[in-house]
């Protein structure tokens, strides 16, 4: 019996199947102020499960109930040091009424288990731990180390992996499997993001009076008005990356007033826009944050009433590329060819993930991939196919044993 065989019979569908449905079962939605509604009771379930496993497992809370988890397995030899990361938060299961299945149910209906985070990315989780498992099981000897970091805040602002790695838990790592759903295709490059909060400020007045005051809407309705035709340069002057597509400004929150309740017959005071920015290689942030601050300017300079727009640069993630000849690219490309017979569908991440600052802080080569259709996430009934979940998790086994030089 070879090494990748020794290693896959120790996965069971019934045990990975079993973790899964206990960790959705475990509700992780991070909510301020409300206690008891962050990460760490599923994060303390994850550490517990590890150690009974007998890996070496570090606890570090990031902010209240908000604990980061670290195992790691030490071969016998000196060898190179692989990461695999995924998330413990869980985003908010939203309108219930629109969900065929209890979100925290771990629902099994033919090949499909259901629930919040059975796509993103307590699956991944699972696979995760489970590759690990297998390779513990085999009795087989590696070199080098593998560690298992499960961070919380993913879906925020990201906090668990930036402390991770002041930290120092990514010094020495060699290569970084980032567990994402991606219907395991390998994704090498993951676009930039920016976040940018836009406050424009004017004049409350009644809304039968509106030359007594400064509307802040009409304003806010030029700002984004102008971005969108920003928008459309970049795009002109990128075209689709291979990879990653196009450039996009998006504002995803207007809010008028922007703090409070709104009312018929008043023009707020002030209004609220909220820019998601996701960028391509060719862009630079620092430009784009002075082109907005440029679109803003004149705007207030055209006006005659004395409007003020200002800007809040409060997010930056950065566009992050690896090289195909990558090791960490190179062990998940033959450990997919392997195991299926098929070529692998190289791309890219549309969004940002724990592994942007993986790469972009830790210098960590970083791949992304993982079961689970990219576009199910943060919807009702998020699903995970049952048996794409078998194969990322001895997609994940086989690229340990690839990444550290053993098949």
Known sequence: MNLREQVLKHIDETEVVGLLCDLIKIPSVFIPDQPGCNEEKVALYVADYLRGMGLEVHVEEVAPGRPNVIGILRGKRPGKCILLEAHTDVVTPGNRALWSHDPFGAEIVGRRIYGRG??????????????????????????????????????????????????????????????????????????????????????????????????????????????????????????RHEYLGYPSLTPTVVRAPAVGEGQLNVIPAECSIALDIRTVPGQDHRQIFEELKKIAATIEQEDTQGIRIELDWIEDRPVTEVAKDEPIVVAVAEAYRELTGKEPVYDGVPGATDGTFLQAWGGVPVVVTGSGVREVPHQPDEWVDIDQLMETTRLYALSILKFLGLS
């Open 118 to 239: 059975a796509c993103d990315t307590k699956n991944g989780i699972t696979s995760a731990i489970m590759a690990v498992k297998a390779i513990m099981a085999s009795g087989i000897e590696f070199p080098g180390k593998i560690i298992l970091a499960i961070p919380v805040d993913e879906e925020g602002m990201m906090i668990g992996v930036k402390d991770m790695i002041r930290k120092g838990w990514t010094k020495g790592v060699d290569g970084a499997l980032v567990c994402e759903p991606e219907d395991n295709r390998i994704c090498v490059a993951q676009k930039g993001a920016m976040r940018v909060l836009v406050t424009v400020r004017g004049k409350q007045a009644h809304g039968c009076m509106p030359y007594a005051g400064v509307n802040p809407n009409t304003r806010a309705a030029k700002f984004i008005s102008a971005v969108a035709q920003f928008e459309q340069r970049e795009v002109a002057r990128l075209g």
